[in-house]
């Protein structure tokens, strides 16, 4: 199969940008390393369950540049293509699932319109 773009270069690109922001706001990346590593310091999931997560949570925030770091993350933790499309199959059945949910909210929003 074709890629559809350049991961590597990408997430290179993003690292080196990532940097460059930390470079001017160095605490705000400092909180956000702060919460990443936070979960895995509980002991209760392996990293490369951590990994396998982030995955699914990418997929289901649309995050390219999540998508780029986590899976490289997930593979070197020795995560498999078979438990990753596991993961991002719940993530597939949340999305339609949310989509049913607000669906319910269109309705709503019809019903409180002013009756004319």
Not at 48 to 74: F, N, P, S, W, Y
Not at 88 to 112: K, M
């Amino acid at each position: 199969m074709n890629n559809m773009q350049d991961w590597n270069a990408y997430r290179d690109a993003l690292i080196g940008r990532v940097g460059d922001f930390a470079k001017l706001s160095p605490d705000v990346l400092r909180g956000l390393t702060t919460i990443e590593n936070s979960g895995l310091k509980t002991g209760k999931l392996e990293p490369k369950m951590h990994e396998i997560l982030a995955l699914a949570v990418a997929v289901a925030t649309r995050c390219d540049g999540c998508i780029a770091v986590h899976a490289q993350k997930a593979i070197e933790l020795g995560a498999t293509e078979g438990e990753i499309a596991e993961a991002l199959g719940v993530a597939i059945a949340l999305n339609a699932g949310a989509a049913l949910t607000y669906s319910a909210r269109v309705f709503d929003a019809i019903e409180a319109l002013p009756k004319k």
